[in-house]
């Protein structure tokens, strides 16, 4: 059964198993479908290991926990004289906060995160990375470790040492973001619905969490101190819904603020029937929020929100190369493009709905 080794641990920024921990497998639920493992350093669990080798549902996720045993090894005590004893099962330990560095590999996707500081240090999606099985996760583990050198695991290390903070934000920000160990990404936010809920300034709320508009820069560097006075000038992927998470909690660096040019048009589009409002059509983009009643409408409401930037490095580098979002509508996911009035094959349908809603 696959386990990361000691030194392989190093290159993560986790933990490495000692001779005086103790090992166990933990009683499993009945919908479980990985087998759990508990390091025990007395009667403290301080590592967890979940793993499944089921072809359908292959997973490795190691991750710290800071959670005590009662004597006899039976339950997991709580934290404070208001919570209750619990059966040491499987259930009931993955519901305890995780604490330190995380490695996980599930569904062909990997990331590297802390849980103290609630950032990703490394995210597959951005690298369109995805290993299909364990067996290619271990490679990928081996080609991570045969990169890291002293500059990687001081820089991991770190890293690991974050705390959490609530980082301020707002429109117009400029913000930067790792792409993966080398390159760095930049960004601006441009509209924070959240703010304009609490202000009371309608729009099409079909939005989860808290939505942010954004947009990222033409831009993948190994330079983690470029100025917002150059990116500026750059060209932008066509912009997201997003909640407001790795910006909150400071995952994405703000690096400063311009005002928002009032000609700005890289904002995403949402068309269609309102369901709370049968008979209502609705229009949102950036700030613009326009109805019609008793009309019918295409399905362009792009409801998606992601918790994490829709970028990935081989369309991003194809832009750039080109100088045109055109690689984009072509690269990206055909949910994604079908659903996004951008697209440049809905052109035709674009114009026929702002003329519909009295847009010039």
């Not at 519901?95 to 569904?107: D, F």
């Not at 429109?171 to 930067?176: A, V």
């Not at 603020?257 to 068309?271: A, G, L, Q």
Request: proline content about 5%; hydrophobic content about 35%; aromatic content about 12%.
């Amino acid at each position: 059964m696959f386990e990361l080794t000691n030194e392989q641990r190093k290159c993560f920024a986790l933990p490495p198993v000692l001779d005086t921990w103790k090992k166990i497998e933990v009683k499993a639920g009945p919908y479980d479908q990985y087998t759990t493992y508990a390091f025990l350093e007395g009667e403290r669990i301080v590592k967890v290991i979940l793993i499944s080798e089921n072809p359908e549902q292959e997973l490795y996720h190691e991750y710290g926990v800071d959670q005590l045993l009662s004597l006899d090894g039976t339950k997991i005590l709580p934290k404070t004289d208001k919570g209750k004893p619990q059966n040491f099962t499987a259930p009931n330990l993955v519901k305890k906060t995780p604490v330190g560095m995380a490695l996980t590999y599930s569904r062909g996707y990997i990331s590297v995160v802390n849980n103290n500081a609630e950032q990703c240090y490394y995210r597959s999606s951005y690298n369109s990375v995805k290993p299909e099985n364990l067996h290619q996760f271990s490679a990928w583990v081996d080609k991570w470790c045969d990169k890291t050198g002293e500059k990687e695991l001081i820089e991991i290390n770190e890293f690991a040492n974050r705390t959490k903070i609530h980082q301020k934000f707002k429109e117009g920000d400029f913000f930067k973001f790792r792409i993966n160990r080398s390159l760095f990404g930049y960004g601006r936010i441009l509209v924070d619905y959240t703010k304009m809920r609490k202000e009371g300034i309608p729009f099409w709320d079909v939005f989860m969490g808290k939505p942010l508009c954004v947009a990222v820069y033409h831009i993948a560097t190994e330079d983690s101190n470029i100025a917002p006075e150059h990116l500026v000038h750059l060209q932008m992927l066509p912009s997201q819904m997003i909640m407001d998470n790795i910006f909150y909690y400071g995952e994405c660096e703000i690096i400063g603020n311009m005002p928002i040019d009032p000609d700005e048009d890289n904002y995403t589009i949402h068309y269609g029937i309102d369901m709370r409002k049968p008979n209502c059509v609705c229009y949102q983009s950036g700030k613009t929020f326009l109805t019609i009643e008793g009309e019918s409408a295409f399905d362009f409401s792009n409801k998606g929100i992601g918790w994490d930037l829709s970028v990935k490095l081989p369309i991003l580098l194809e832009c750039i190369r080109k100088k045109s979002n055109s690689p984009y509508w072509e690269m990206i996911n055909s949910y994604q493009a079908e659903q996004d009035l951008r697209n440049p094959k809905f052109k035709k349908e674009l114009k026929q709905i702002k003329k519909q809603m009295g847009i010039e």
